[in-house]
């Protein structure tokens, strides 16, 4: 099975990674083809566009930034539709809504390729190793066709219905994960200023039940003052949009993710929308006077 990878970010050059890493024959493609050199050194060929990365292989994977970023790079003059031939995949990795994952994977079934989608979830760290968890979404076909790909890119592989149902639970596990950094924040400035050592409150807080996968994880970003998790302030608000929107339809009230959106749409205002993430939590140190720093914390994950 030959793969293109069209998108090599800071998530998807990991994932293109895993594939080459397992032997897989992988195309790959980027806006900026220096993404791309060490996929190239490791045994990965480049295309040009994703109409030459289509022609040359069954399957596209793309991990791309926006739903209309995907669309461009479906539909486009030379865009995947124009190169892969009836019968190929498309396996959309990227966070998507589940509407605009229909329409798309109807746009690529009237041109006689079938779609996937396969958003993955716990951090760029985890891709970096292979660990990642893939959430996907299709027929049950497709699913064990790509199976052996899935799980060289993750360790953790869901299939979560038909199309569109790994998007619905893909942005409930990232509208968890944010509220989890905001919570987090708080906890961490509350034990500041109410005289705990940082390196203490952390410790004590991840041995108890107040205990997240964020708080551990993004907790130490702060901590250590990178704020590096490899998400932008952009994506979170897109993926917390997505959430609310999936509150308006399925008639859930959303109080925590209404009020979360709203934290970081203020924080992208002040630190901008490519700031990472985690730096929402700098809100408060601005607010309260002070940082939360904390001695002994890697720099990266």
């Known amino acids: 099975m030959r793969y293109g990878f069209i998108g090599l970010g800071n998530l998807g050059r990991h994932l293109a990674g895993s594939l080459v890493a397992h032997g897989f024959d992988v195309t790959v493609n980027d806006l900026d083809k220096q993404q791309a050199s060490e996929l190239i050194d490791a045994g990965a060929a480049w295309a040009d566009d994703p109409k030459s990365v289509a022609e040359a292989v069954d399957a596209v994977i793309t991990c791309l930034p926006s739903p209309a970023v995907s669309e461009r790079v479906l539909t486009g003059e030379r865009g995947i539709l124009t190169g892969l031939k009836p019968g190929g995949t498309w ?33 760029v760290h985890l891709a970096a190793t292979g660990q990642i968890s893939v959430i996907t979404g299709g027929d049950a076909d497709l699913y064990e066709r790509h199976l052996p790909a899935f799980q060289a890119m993750g360790n953790r592989i869901f299939r979560a219905g038909p199309l569109g149902k790994a998007a619905v639970i893909k942005v409930i596990t990232n509208m968890l994960a944010f509220i989890h950094l905001v919570a987090t924040g708080e906890a961490l400035m509350l034990a500041k200023t109410g005289g705990i050592d940082l390196t203490d ?16 994880t993004e907790g130490q970003v702060i901590l250590n003052g990178s704020y590096n998790i490899n998400f932008t302030m952009d994506l979170a608000v897109k993926d917390l949009g997505f959430a609310l929107g999936f509150g308006r339809e399925f008639g859930v009230p959303l109080d925590l993710a209404s009020h979360t959106l709203q934290t970081f749409i203020r924080a992208r205002s002040v630190y901008g929308g490519d700031a990472w993430s985690s730096q929402v939590v700098k809100l408060l140190e601005d607010t309260v006077g002070t940082d939360l720093r904390a001695p002994g914390f890697p720099a990266e994950l």
């Open 91 to 123: 396996i959309e990795m990227s966070t998507l809504d589940e509407k605009e994952v229909l329409r798309l994977g109807a746009i690529a079934a009237a041109h006689g390729v079938r779609m996937m989608e396969a958003p993955v979830t716990g951090g």
């Open 201 to 216: 409150a952390f410790n004590i807080i991840k041995a108890s039940s107040g205990n997240s996968f964020v708080h551990e």
